[in-house]
Structures are given as structure tokens and as C-alpha cells.
């Protein structure tokens, strides 16, 4: 039996170890509730940070919401433990290496991050943020799939209804943010319908 692929997620971002020397810039560490999975972050701010509120995340991380930053897959560094490392496709309810997929330790079974086919969503509760400016890089900007909340969280932030910036904002969503993207909504439609698209 040949096993030509099977080990071949270790040498790909997310799970390529960076030897020392080779330009990665550890700006974070983090490691699982037991320890045995250990990461380092190189990104100093993430490319998003968001409050989600859908049902499988509630399910999934047993809370109300989950807070997730998204990175790209080489701004991590396993120093430890990534062959410690399971993974499990919701969609198909199977445990198996195959995109998208979420990612924990198969010991105390933190859930590490979701992986994509382009990004990685990490679960900032892990990460040793020490000083207040590292915890303002990660304060969550958004909060997504609000509508399927359990509790409300009045915090002024956006709140949208479905995927951020691609569903209505509802709530206590920021009103000039309302005001603007119903704004860009009618030019949108406004142009469909001069073009004759309106559907």
C-alpha cells in the first residue's frame, strides 16, 4: 500500500514548521488548553477580527459566540505539537484533512483554527496577547450572523445579518454605517436597473 501523500499537509502552510533563520518575525505565541499544541503568530495585527454568531459556532465552541481573526496561512509557526493536530469537516461530518476543515488538538481537543482554502481563522483566546495595544490589534471589528444570536451584546459595533458586508446590518449596528451602506445598496441597484439587470 503506498502512502505518497499522506503526510504531505506537513510540508504546506499551515503546518510547515519555519526553521530558524528563515525571515519569520514572531510577534505572538499560543498554545491549547494542555499545551502539547504550541504556535507563533508573525502578523502583528490580523486582516479582520469578528464576533460570530451562527449556529454551528455555537455548537461547536459550546458559547454563545465565537471570536475569531482571520491570518494567512504562512503567518503561522508550529513549534510543538502539530502532529498532535486533528481535523474535522462539518459539512461532512467526517475527521479528515480536506478544505474547508476545523483544526484542533486531539488531546485536550481546543479548537485551534478553521482552515480555508486561502485563510485561516484562529481563535484569539489563545493567543498570549500581553500588553493593551497587542489586545486592540485583535478587538473584534464586527459581529456576524447576528440574527441567529442568543444574547444580545450591545457594543456599538456593526452587526450583520448573514456573512459581514454582504448582508443587512441590523440592531444597534453604528446608524451613519446603516445610513452609508443603504447608500451604496440604492447606487448599486440604481445602476443594475439603468443597464436593465434589475431583477
Known sequence: MSTTGIS????????????TGDGFNVRYEA???????????????????KLCHCTTCQTQHAA???WAAIFHKDDINFTNGH?????????EKSIEHKLPCKV???????????EGRNMILLFPS?????????????????????G?????????LPKWSGLSNESDLIEDSPPNM?????????????????????Q
Request: charged share 35%.
Open 31 to 49: 498554545n491549547c488548553h494542555c499545551g502539547k499544541v504550541k504556535y507563533q503568530l508573525s502578523r502583528q495585527e490580523p486582516l479582520d477580527s
Open 8 to 19: 504531505e499537509w506537513k510540508q504546506r502552510a499551515p503546518y510547515r514548521v519555519h526553521e
Open 83 to 91: 502532529h498532535n493536530l486533528e481535523w474535522y469537516d462539518p459539512t
Open 178 to 198: 446603516v445610513k452609508e451602506f443603504e447608500r451604496k445598496r440604492e447606487e448599486e441597484r440604481k445602476t443594475k436597473f439603468e443597464k436593465g439587470q434589475n
Open 126 to 146: 489563545l493567543i498570549h496577547l500581553k500588553t493593551d495595544q497587542d489586545k486592540a490589534f485583535f478587538k473584534p471589528r464586527c459581529h456576524m450572523f447576528y
Open 148 to 156: 441567529q444570536r442568543v444574547m444580545d451584546v450591545p457594543d456599538g
Open 104 to 114: 484542533r488538538c486531539s488531546y485536550c481537543h481546543s479548537p485551534i483554527m478553521d
Open 64 to 66: 454563545p459566540f465565537q
